[in-house]
């Protein structure tokens, strides 16, 4: 397959995928349980017998203007979220990082504390990493890391499990990431085009991007027996890119009822001011739940017991059925949105937020 020409910004979209990088991926290993496969969060490899080791990675992600607490708390539960899709609880920690000339050692200090805080509250352990500063690196790409889970094998789940019939959850709603780094990077802005009260609503929603307790609370510690079938954080693309990507790594279709998707007025009304459909913005911390109908009362109500708002908004269907989406009795396909509107939006705000 020949890949397209251009590149999109931001993570690369099922057709690069599939052109560039899929056709070579190494040497095969009968080990691997989960590879390498767009919109699947998590590799998984058999280590032992019943014994399996999920990993996943993503840059480090650091921006100094959220403040470095706040910032090193969301670079911990980038990948948290990501490994926690599986059912399992993260374990073991690695960190490149690859620091910019300008960062002082105490914003390296305050950085650093914050991710030792997060690992301990979630028993992670750091075993290896790399520290430099060197010229040409920036904010906010500052390094990678790698964060692993290990468990059992008939206790974890991936996005290829998701079977026809199964109920499909949405924890918090869409937009949460749009809407916590808007109100962090541009505050100004949001305030002079929104309020102070919207302002204030938006800015309570930096600290749910994560899935952590999300996933933590569906699995119970145990995903399968607990009917969940899979997770799936829906970062680039929002809700229709996890969606699709769920569909497309389990090979089945889908029926959603659009209307039944949460959406915070503050949050709606951010993206109609800025050009963005909700639905199609980045949103760590909305967790994609399938599960068995049987399990849903109870994954509802352990939600709940964590303050975690959820929605039941749709059915795992058949792959011939293709993705539906259904709105105000009107139904349509849904295909990938390919390009994230937050980013375009996000720079010309970051832009118009330096002139205020």
């Not at 403040?67 to 980038?78: C, D, K, L, P, Y």
């Not at 468990?151 to 998701?162: F, L, P």
């Not at 085009?193 to 609370?217: H, P, Q």
Request: proline share 7%; net charge negative; aromatic share 6%.
């Amino acid at each position: 397959m020949t890949a397209p020409a251009e590149l999109p910004l931001g993570k690369i979209n099922p057709a690069v995928f599939d052109g560039l990088i899929y056709p070579h991926l190494g040497a095969p290993s009968p080990d691997i349980l989960a590879g390498p496969m767009h919109g699947v969060d998590c590799g998984v490899v058999r280590v032992a017998p019943g014994r399996v080791l999920a990993m996943t990675t993503d840059p480090f992600f650091i921006v100094p203007e959220y403040g470095w607490e706040r910032a090193a708390w969301f670079a911990f539960h980038i990948l948290a979220s990501d490994i926690t899709t599986t059912g399992l609880r993260p374990s073991h920690l690695a960190v490149d990082l690859n620091l910019p000339l300008s960062i002082k050692k105490e914003e390296l200090e305050l950085m650093w504390e914050t991710v030792h805080r997060e690992c301990l509250k979630y028993g992670v352990s750091v075993v290896t990493g790399h520290t430099a500063r060197y010229a040409g690196c920036n904010y906010p790409m500052v390094g990678g890391a790698v964060m692993t889970a290990l468990g059992d094998e008939d206790k974890y789940v991936t996005t290829r499990m998701a079977r026809p019939g199964d109920r499909v959850l949405v924890t918090k709603g869409a937009a949460v990431e749009t809407c916590g780094l808007f109100a962090a990077a541009c505050p100004r802005l949001v305030e002079a085009e929104l309020g102070a009260a919207d302002l204030r609503e938006l800015e309570k929603m930096f600290y749910k991007m994560s899935t952590v307790e999300d996933a933590l609370a569906a699995a119970d510690g145990n995903a399968r027996a607990a009917g969940v079938t899979s997770m799936h954080d829906a970062t680039e693309c929002g809700i229709w890119g996890g969606l699709y990507e769920i569909a497309r790594a389990s090979g089945t279709g889908m029926a959603v009822d659009k209307n039944a998707i949460p959406l915070a007025p503050a949050a709606a009304r951010l993206c109609a001011r800025f050009g963005m459909d909700p639905y199609a913005a980045i949103s760590e911390g909305t967790l994609i739940i399938t599960a068995r109908p049987g399990s849903v009362p109870a994954l509802l109500s352990r939600l709940a017991a964590r303050n975690l708002p959820a929605a039941v908004v749709g059915e795992v269907t058949e792959l011939e059925r293709g993705i539906k989406v259904t709105e105000d009795g009107r139904t349509r396909d849904l295909a990938h949105p390919v390009n994230d509107p937050f980013w375009p939006a996000f720079a010309a705000a970051q832009e118009r937020e330096k002139a205020l």
